[in-house]
């Protein structure tokens, strides 16, 4: 995800490729979400390390690597690989889960049922369909394109469309896309795009159907061409700008206007710069989400939400230096 966004050139690709490698297989094959989370952020500060790291110590000492993938870095260094890689590489359970979780929707969890019951493959699966749950057939069927990364100029364009048909039905909408487009990447894996509606608060229960009243008049314009899951908040699909170019994963959020800062903050990411920005947060005293930021009392209990009225402002009282989206790899 963020060696694609990175702008300067990254000195240091194999190693970052190594350690993501390794950090793959401990999330999909043995679970380890923590190990998981580790080697990527060895990676992403490896990657923004302006010159070749040539040493186990030149490594040990950036933010985010410690002893342990220090030390395997300076055997990778010394040898080119690691033994640890060389029996990933092997196992042929890892490589068919490795293949099958490339489809959306299919996680480690399931491709381990499909490993079971004998698929060893993208083809296998496309003769047993009835393995998959519905969300996972669409998966199948974008297969390719949804490995396809999306320019930034595509999805300018289609920003700009849900922006005009929203706005055409109901002027009061809002939109901002956010995700790695926003980080300002060149290019993207899906579109993560969030709706707001200046009518709409947390604090006012409706019966509105905001999003759903969107998402309608997109698929109605032929834009969205498939739905993965459509809740009150939330939606999920495919859509497709122009005939001929590839079907998009895209992700759809409704946020109350009074949560539109920690919104956006949350879904701009990145994943990593979130975990360590709420980590901050947590030492400082607060509780920060997708939804609010919360003073926590001595005994551990959230308070009521800040009044945030900007962004920046969410960095300012956690006293955290402000990072523009472009800066927020980790
Ligand atoms: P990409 O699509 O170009 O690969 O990168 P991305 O835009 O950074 O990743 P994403 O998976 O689409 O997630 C969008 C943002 O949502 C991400 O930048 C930060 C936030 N987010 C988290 N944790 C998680 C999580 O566990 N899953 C997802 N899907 N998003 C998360 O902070
Ligand atoms: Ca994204
Ligand atoms: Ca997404």
């Given at each position: 995800m963020s060696s694609e966004s990175s702008k300067t050139e990254n000195v240091n690709k194999d190693i970052c490729n190594f350690l993501l490698e390794l950090g793959n297989y401990e999330r999909d094959y043995n679970r380890d979400?923590?190990?998981?989370?580790?080697?990527?952020?060895?990676?992403?500060s490896i990657a923004k390390h302006p010159t070749r790291i040539s040493s186990e110590k030149e490594a040990r000492q950036?933010?985010?690597?410690?002893?342990?993938?220090?030390?395997?870095?300076?055997?990778?260094?010394?040898?080119?690989?690691?033994?640890?890689?060389?029996?990933?590489?092997?196992?042929?359970?890892?490589?068919?889960?490795?293949?099958?979780?490339?489809?959306?929707?299919?996680?480690?969890?399931?491709?381990?049922?499909?490993?079971?019951?004998?698929?060893?493959?993208?083809?296998?699966?496309?003769?047993?369909?009835?393995?998959?749950?519905?969300?996972?057939?669409?998966?199948?069927k974008y297969f390719d394109d949804f490995e396809k990364r999306i320019p930034r100029s595509e999805i300018k364009q289609?920003?700009?469309?849900?922006?005009?048909?929203?706005?055409?039905?109901?002027?009061?909408?809002?939109?901002?896309?956010c995700g790695s487009?926003?980080?300002?990447?060149?290019?993207?894996?899906d579109i993560d795009g969030?709706?707001?509606?200046?009518?709409?608060?947390?604090?006012k229960p409706t019966d509105k159907n905001y999003?759903?009243?969107?998402?309608?008049?997109?698929?109605?314009?032929?834009?969205?061409?498939?739905?993965?899951?459509?809740?009150?908040?939330?939606?999920?699909?495919?859509c497709q700008f122009r005939k001929n170019l590839p079907y998009r994963r895209i992700d759809l959020r409704l946020i109350p206007k009074d949560q539109y800062y920690c919104g956006?903050?949350?879904?701009?990411?990145?994943?990593?710069?979130?975990?360590?920005?709420?980590a901050h947060a947590l030492e400082k005293g607060y509780t920060l989400n997708e939804y609010s930021l919360r003073p926590v009392s001595k005994n551990g209990v959230p308070g009521k939400p800040v009044r945030i009225s900007s962004e920046k402002q969410i960095f300012d009282i956690?006293?955290?230096?402000?990072?523009?989206?472009?800066?927020?790899?980790?």
């Open positions: 979400i923590h190990r998981y989370n580790a080697y990527r952020k060895a990676a992403a950036l933010y985010g690597v410690g002893v342990k993938i220090s030390q395997k870095i300076g055997i990778f260094l010394r040898t080119g690989t690691h033994p640890q890689l060389e029996e990933i590489r092997k196992s042929d359970k890892n490589n068919v889960i490795k293949e099958l979780t490339r489809v959306f929707g299919i996680g480690p969890a399931k491709a381990d049922i499909l490993y079971k019951k004998g698929i060893r493959s993208i083809d296998d699966l496309k003769d047993h369909k009835d393995l998959l749950t519905s969300h996972q057939i669409i998966g199948l289609i920003e700009a469309k849900i922006r005009k048909i929203s706005k055409k039905r109901d002027n009061n909408y809002n939109l901002i896309i487009y926003r980080r300002g990447a060149e290019t993207c894996g969030l709706l707001t509606h200046n009518k709409f608060t947390s604090n999003l759903n009243i969107v998402i309608q008049e997109l698929v109605k314009i032929n834009l969205i061409t498939d739905t993965l899951s459509l809740g009150f908040s939330k939606f999920m699909g495919v956006i903050l949350y879904f701009t990411g990145s994943d990593i710069f979130n975990q360590n920005m709420r956690l006293n955290y230096p402000y990072k523009k989206p472009s800066e927020r790899d980790n």
